[in-house]
């Protein structure tokens, strides 16, 4: 596995927050984080490849909003961010030695974390970043089923809900329709917030601030990160990362 991943902006404080107040970011201890979930990753026995930041984007460490990555292409995204937009040209250089690039074209807007792929279906967040022209546009560039999902009140659909694996789904079903998403098995949440773990393998990647949750969490193989300064961004741990293979 290969995991993409972009360094912490020196301007993080700087990011797009839609649900959450503005507080003090500490740069040392987002890029510390960061260092630590890098770390992870790489004795889960992924090849990280790193990019560095670029200060006149504070989000760039969400690596994951600028790009879906599939087997036979790889989608660069238009964040529905417009002072996330430039990050994708950087992104888009790393990936063309893997995939044939694609690109969402405007008026569409796609965040990648509100793509959630799932086997053979990917299903789509709509929210404020990611439009329906955007899924129709992802939609013509895969042969994969494309499932829009309804979301309110999280940033993503992955804020929302992520996939453990087999037909097992974590969620905070108060935050999106899960009528598309009927037949798979639910754990719902303990804490709002709880819902976005990242698969690598059969491991599960997963912040350390969430006590409640994890204890719902004993028959898989969790590994904790500390990701709470990257949290005050509205960051969680499938944000930090474009997986491949
Ligand atoms: C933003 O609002 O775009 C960033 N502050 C947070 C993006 C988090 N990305 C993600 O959940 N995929």
């Keep these: 596995m290969i995991a993409i991943t972009r360094d912490v902006a020196r301007s993080i404080e700087q990011c797009e927050l839609t649900h959450l107040e503005r507080v003090s970011i500490s740069y040392e201890r987002a890029a510390a984080q960061h260092h630590e979930y890098r770390a992870l990753l790489a004795s889960l026995g992924c090849e990280v490849i790193d990019i560095p930041a670029d200060d006149a984007y504070p989000d760039c460490v969400f690596i994951e909003d600028t790009a879906v990555v599939l087997d036979d292409v790889a989608v660069i995204t238009r964040p529905g961010a417009e002072s996330r937009r430039g990050e994708v040209d950087a992104v888009a250089a790393a990936l063309a030695r893997y995939r044939p690039i694609a690109r969402i074209e405007a008026p569409g807007t796609i965040d990648g974390g509100d793509v959630l792929v799932i086997g053979e279906r990917i299903f789509v967040g709509r929210t404020a970043r990611t439009n329906d022209e955007g899924i129709a546009q992802l939609r013509a560039l895969t042969r994969r ?95 930090c990362s474009l997986l491949l293979r």
């Design 145 to 239: 089923e494309v499932i829009p999902v309804d979301v309110h009140g999280a940033l993503h659909l992955k804020t929302a809900v992520t996939w453990l694996g087999g037909n097992v789904l974590l969620a905070n079903r108060e935050w999106f329709d899960a009528v598309p998403l009927n037949g798979f098995q639910f754990i719902d949440v303990d804490e709002p917030f709880a819902a976005n773990a990242l698969r690598i393998d059969d491991v599960i990647v997963y912040p350390n601030a969430f006590p409640r949750t994890i204890a719902k969490l004993r028959e898989f193989d969790v590994r904790t990160v500390n990701a709470d300064e990257l949290a005050k961004a509205e960051g969680g741990v499938t944000c």
